[in-house]
């Protein structure tokens, strides 16, 4: 008998994957916590119903949301990941030298601790390295008490729905802003142009209101809906579209590089005209 997971990405559409078994399976405090292993993607973790990461494809994601923003920081030294349970926007992270610190908030401690064990290429970074600071907490609240800490902060959340609500709103952003330096940097995964239209709309419409410098990106992830997956960044003063390519490190990195630095930012029409008044 085959097996076979399917998420439901809309409620006219889904995407299925071949499997072989369910590894985990547990109700945290917050959410359904799954992990499945995939015949075309390896291990899958999936949150309430939803393919949060793959052994297969995950350093795209955690790549794009991570390097550009710390390339166009010219000196990024404190960096917080709000969500993120799975590592692996910090393993990226600390690829920066420049990085003194690297905390993580991420309201839910299962998560973290389910990645640790059935995805530790992903979390590598969440043991043992004394750059980092984890801690399990609510997001929200930790940029809330933590003013002009940090030089750049990453929401790595889940889609807009359950705990992950709060951030992808107006008054969380302006908080952002706020938790940041005077020349500091916010990146946010920003869902899908095909299927989360009027949310990114909204969403760099809050942002640019706060930010002087906001700007929509876009890269290939075949297990998120679409394929076709975005994040918004807003900076106080520095324009990723005004980095020096030949500035741009080598970080070993699968995905990203200095031609994609930029080339991210070139939009199809019907994607460009979201972030436009």
């Not at 390896?42 to 119903?49: A, F, S, Y």
């Not at 107006?170 to 940097?185: N, S």
Request: charged share 25%.
């Amino acid at each position: 008998m085959e097996l076979w997971y399917t998420e439901k990405q809309t409620e006219n559409h889904g995407i299925t994957t071949k499997i072989t078994d369910t590894l985990y399976s547990a109700k945290s405090e917050f959410q359904q916590i799954d992990v499945i292993t995939t015949k075309q993607f390896g291990r899958m973790l999936v949150l309430d119903g939803m393919v949060m990461t793959t052994d297969v494809d995950e350093f795209v994601y955690h790549e794009m949301i991570t390097h550009i923003a710390l390339n166009t920081h010219p000196n990024p030294k404190k960096v917080l990941v709000v969500g993120g349970g799975d590592g692996g926007a910090i393993r990226e992270i600390v690829k920066h030298p420049s990085v003194e610190k690297a905390v993580l908030a991420e309201i839910d401690g299962e998560v973290i601790e389910t990645c640790k064990k059935y995805f530790p290429q992903i979390a590598s970074a969440l043991t043992g390295n004394p750059r980092v600071d984890v801690q399990v907490i609510d997001g929200i609240k930790h940029i809330h008490d933590n003013k002009g800490e940090y030089d750049v902060i990453m929401v790595d959340s889940t889609e807009p729905v359950g705990p992950a609500v709060g951030l992808f709103e107006k008054g969380f952003y302006q908080g952002i802003y706020d938790a940041l330096k005077p020349d500091g940097i916010m990146v946010a995964q920003n869902e899908s142009p095909w299927f989360n239209r009027d949310l990114i709309k909204r969403v760099f419409k809050d942002l640019k209101s706060i930010f002087p410098v906001t700007r929509y990106y876009t890269c290939s992830i075949p297990t998120y809906p679409s394929g076709l997956w975005g994040f918004t960044i807003a900076s106080k003063k520095y324009d990723p579209l005004e980095v020096d390519p030949s500035q741009i490190k080598d970080l070993d990195t699968k995905y990203y590089n200095a031609d994609i630095h930029h080339a991210a930012f070139k939009l199809p029409n019907f994607v460009a005209e979201l972030t436009r008044d």
